[in-house]
């Protein structure tokens, strides 16, 4: 079984460019989560979805920071104008609903974003 | 107050020596899981091992244990017989809630390990 695909792997762009990250969750996951991770800490919640729609996207810099993920499947960050302290780690994982409560999150590789 | 405590510095394990990573939580949720993820130098993010709030034993999972001392609020992970495979960070994790709708999870710093042939 396929995991959670992440593109591209490595990223560079100059301060104010905008840049898009690409993330196909594993088959039949309902959630999807966008995490940050800054070098040397562990990742932050950006933005979760359940299906088509974000449940929690408290910690998702609204005036540069956008997503979506139409038709539940696959997902797309976008940051416009990006800043120098965007360069982290960009990772996405997902879910799938349980009755247990555990819900496992599976990751995927990340996109290393570095901005110039 | 940081929800996930982990302090040691870079860690050193001889090869097929055990070796625990320490973590401390804080949280005032009764319902709660603890997690603990490898990330090797590829980046990516491997489940190892989960503890239930209400769960009566340690969990295991292969090499991989889990000191759970709900009184201490501390969740170590413990890893024997080690490979140099498992050089990596390694990163606890908590999600509060349990029996509610939220699943975000919060993590720690980490901390990085490095078996010695």
């Known amino acids: 079984e396929a995991g959670v695909v992440q593109s591209p792997r490595y990223k560079i762009i100059e301060k104010k460019q905008p840049v898009a990250f690409w993330c196909n969750p594993i088959?039949?996951?309902?959630?999807l989560y966008w995490y940050r991770q800054n070098l040397g800490q562990g990742p932050e919640l950006l933005i979760r979805y359940e299906n088509e729609e974000a449940v929690d996207d408290s910690q998702l810099p609204k005036d540069r920071f956008s997503a979506e993920r139409l038709k539940g499947v696959d997902s797309t960050l976008k940051i416009q104008p990006a800043e120098l302290g965007d360069s982290a780690v960009y990772l996405c994982?997902?879910?799938?609903?349980?009755?247990?409560?555990?819900?496992?999150?599976?990751f995927g590789p990340g996109t290393r974003l570095t901005v110039l | 107050a940081q929800k996930i405590t982990q302090t040691q510095p870079g860690m050193f394990v001889q090869e097929k020596e055990a070796v625990t990573l320490d973590c401390t939580y804080d949280t005032s949720d009764p319902s709660y899981g603890l997690f603990w993820y490898k990330q090797p130098s590829s980046g990516e993010m491997i489940f190892l091992i989960y503890q239930g709030s209400y769960d009566q034993q340690n969990a295991t999972e292969g090499r991989y244990s889990l000191n759970f001392q709900k009184a201490r609020k501390s969740a170590n992970l413990v890893i024997s017989a080690s490979q140099l495979g498992d050089s990596a960070m390694y990163f606890c994790?908590?999600?509060?809630?349990?029996?509610?709708?939220?699943?975000?999870?919060?993590f720690g710093k980490g901390i990085t390990l490095s078996v010695r042939p």
């Open positions: 994790a908590m999600r509060e809630d349990l029996t509610g709708a939220n699943s975000k999870l919060t």
């Open positions: 088959s039949g996951h309902n959630t």
């Open positions: 994982a997902s879910s799938l609903v349980a009755l247990a409560g555990v819900r496992e999150q599976f």
